[in-house]
C-alpha cells in the first residue's frame, strides 16, 4: 500500500505531461503532414527534395536524439543558437518528428488515388484545393486509417520517452517509486496504464474507421 500511495498522486501528475504531449503532437503534426504530404508531391523539384531531406532526417534519427539535439544542440549553435524549456523542447521534437511518419502515410493515401477524380474535378470546374478537401481528403483518411492509427498508438508509447530529459512522466513516477521502495512493481502498474490508455485509443480508432465506412 505504502507503494501505492508514493505512486498513484505521482503517475497522476505525470499522466498531465503524457497526455499532454500526445494531444498537442496529434494537433499540430496531423494538419501540418498534410501540408508536408502536398509539398512532397509538388512538381517543383527543388520544394520536393527539401521535403524528402526533412522526412529522411526525422524519419532516419531516433526521436530521443532529436530531442537531446533540440533541447542540448540548439542553444550551442553559432550566433548565440535557440534556447528552449524542456517542455517545448519535446513537443517541438515530437511535432517535427510525428509529422514526417503522417506525411508519409498521407502521401501514400493521396497516391493511391485515382488521377481520374482530379481530373472529373476540373471539369466540373472546382478548384484543386476544393477537390482535395471535398472529394480527395475524405478519401485518402478513409485508407490510410489503419496505418495512421498504428502511428498514433506507437505515439502513446513514446511519450515515455520525455522521461529522458527529466520531465514527470508516468514512466518517472514508476522509477522514483521503484528507487524508493527497491521494487520493480511500479512499473508494472504503469504497464499497467498504458495498456489501459492504448485500449481507450484503440476502441477511439477502430469507431472512427467505421464512420469512414461509408467510402467503401
Not at 514526417?100 to 482530379?118: L, P
Request: glycine fraction near 8%.
Amino acid at each position: 500500500m505504502d507503494v501505492l500511495n508514493m505512486l498513484i498522486p505521482m503517475v497522476i501528475k505525470g499522466l498531465r505531461m503524457t497526455l499532454g504531449v500526445f494531444f498537442i503532437t496529434l494537433v499540430f503534426s496531423l494538419p501540418l503532414s498534410i501540408v508536408v504530404a502536398r509539398l512532397r508531391l509538388s512538381k517543383n523539384l527543388l520544394i520536393s527534395r527539401l521535403t524528402a531531406v526533412y522526412i529522411y532526417l526525422m524519419r532516419g534519427t531516433p526521436l530521443l536524439l532529436q530531442m537531446m539535439f533540440i533541447f542540448f544542440g540548439l542553444p550551442e549553435l553559432p550566433g548565440g543558437g535557440l534556447v528552449l524549456g524542456r517542455e517545448m523542447a519535446i513537443y517541438v521534437a515530437f511535432i517535427l518528428n510525428y509529422t514526417a511518419y503522417f506525411a508519409e502515410i498521407f502521401r501514400g493515401g493521396i497516391q493511391s488515388i485515382d488521377q481520374g477524380q482530379w481530373e472529373a474535378g476540373e471539369v466540373l470546374g472546382l478548384s484543386r484545393l476544393y477537390t482535395f478537401k471535398k472529394i480527395i481528403l475524405p478519401q485518402v483518411i478513409k485508407n490510410i486509417l489503419p496505418s495512421l492509427s498504428n502511428e498514433i498508438i506507437t505515439l502513446v508509447k513514446d511519450t515515455s520517452l520525455v522521461f529522458s530529459l527529466g520531465v514527470m512522466d508516468v514512466l518517472k513516477a514508476a522509477k522514483a517509486t521503484a528507487m524508493r521502495f527497491s521494487t520493480l512493481s511500479p512499473y508494472l502498474y504503469v504497464g499497467g496504464v498504458y495498456l489501459i490508455l492504448v485500449a481507450v485509443l484503440t476502441r477511439l480508432l477502430d469507431r472512427t474507421e467505421e464512420k469512414f465506412s461509408y467510402y467503401r
